[in-house]
């Protein structure tokens, strides 16, 4: 009888995920009713808001609940279907198919993956897929960069904050990336264009801004929270816009984590926070889909893509999101492609 | 030969305003150049935001100097006149006119004021003046209310709050305020049509929103900050609105305020906070009077103007700002009408 394997949250983290708070369960792959399909998982994408999930603090979606799969975005291929939708060898995204080696889906629920010519077919994870559609909202929905204008985005190497970047200079901005260590760094300036990155592990965030920004910032594209989210808050100009994509710096916090400092400035400089998940602007995605796919075929826009190989070692991989031990998109490869 | 009064700021005040921090100086009225008109102030408005020009903190315009008359909105009535465009007799809007009896201005910056029939002269000075648009731009173009949707005001018994709440419940939404006292309160529901009122004197703010908002909230207009603002915010649903007009409580602290403290929230639920100041928008004014106007017409709209006397006691006028002893528009009669 064939089996699946597939992590279980056991206990919500408190702070670092520990041992033991997820558990590695393999059992046997139940039999299809009509309409159903077998997809084996590909890809996993693992994202900051997996950890989010895990906990039960208020969120935007219900939390993964004690004894169930743990949840996340994957892309799979259809080994075995009872519905006319698919055939056996279709590759397919099962929407929030989970940390698990097979799903069985109901066909309606299952979406096929369209390959791009020449592109791999992790662009579909990442920046085809929600890390794409992320940014292009995140910076042209909320941020709406004009030429010349000032952009600043932290998490600046990682899956979204990298295509944010670039879309803001593909819209004429001058654009200034934050991330950790000299490599990411130079990867940004010198790979994908940046006018500037800051290394926040190596230098005053603060005195590369005053540096790098002269004429103050007019869009933050937010990713990370804490003290650099303030240090770009407090250099923000008049009718600034802050696009609130995430707040990773404080996930593994068992306190959710307060506002800018200065408040008065939202005030002061009439400046517009708005935070946003992508899943709202689903409907929407024909809109994205539009300039993103079109800047990948010219070569416009580069991205980055980190696999580890395995779900076994699923709970490691994620550190590497809180470490920043990866570079761009964090995937795990699950299983061979077809 | 004539003289004016007029108050100057000698130092910055640190917490509440003293003694001394304003001195009121008499001085000889210089003589007209061509172009100029001669306006005796009739009404000056206190205003919160009186109290940020007094500071040197980051703001919105310079602050007022040492030394210079302090600065405030007015209307008078033309005196003298060296320009074809004001003739004795006057009433006039002279921008910034400030805190004083008397001031000489350029006929190019000075405009009429148009009386509505059977409406006092004062309403051009709050519901028909800075303080209606103050509100109708933050309701009608920040907050959007919905039908059906909630919406609480804080300071609700004060001059914009008021107008505020009104607006959004022509818009035909559910209105709750948040004032001080059982006579702002009962004002709010029994006069203004308010859903409900809660008086932060004496109930728990949070405890009466749970009571009066079973839904959520949906707009915050915020006029307060501090504990009251993190009530209200930690309530607030999913793509609430917060247009921040004012952060009064914290006017008098040497420290700016920080922000709400559950930050993650805009991020869960994709709030939009932003800051606005009224001049921003003067050049849509029409917008806001279009709807304005006709309403206080139609007996639609109600406003309070509390009224002290005398430029004299503009200090001791200005802290019922910040001890709410006042009711709606706060106005100095300088002199009088003509």
Redesign the interface.
Known sequence: MATLKRWVLRRRPVGEIQPGDLELVEEPIRDLNDGEVLVRTLYLSLDPTNR?WMSD????MPPVEIGDTMRGGSMGVVVQSRSDKFKQGDVVNPGMGGWTSHVVADAAMVFPVRQMPGVPLTANMSVLGGTGLTAWFGMCDIGKPQPGETVVVSAAAGAVGSIAGQIAKLKGARVIGIAGGKAKCDWLTGELGFDGAIDYKNEDVGAALDRLCPKGIDVNFENV?GDIMDAVFNRLN?YARMP????IS?YNDPD??????????????????????VT?FLPRAGEAMAELAPWVAEGKLKWKVHVDQGLEGAMDSLQRLFTGNHDGKLLIQVSPEP
Chains 1, 2 share one sequence.
């Open positions: 989010i603090q208020d969120q935007y929270g008049n609130l994509c995430g707040l404080t959710r984590p307060s506002g800018p400092t200065d408040f008065a400035r939202v005030l002061m400089h009439r400046i517009n926070i708005r935070g946003f998940i709202d």
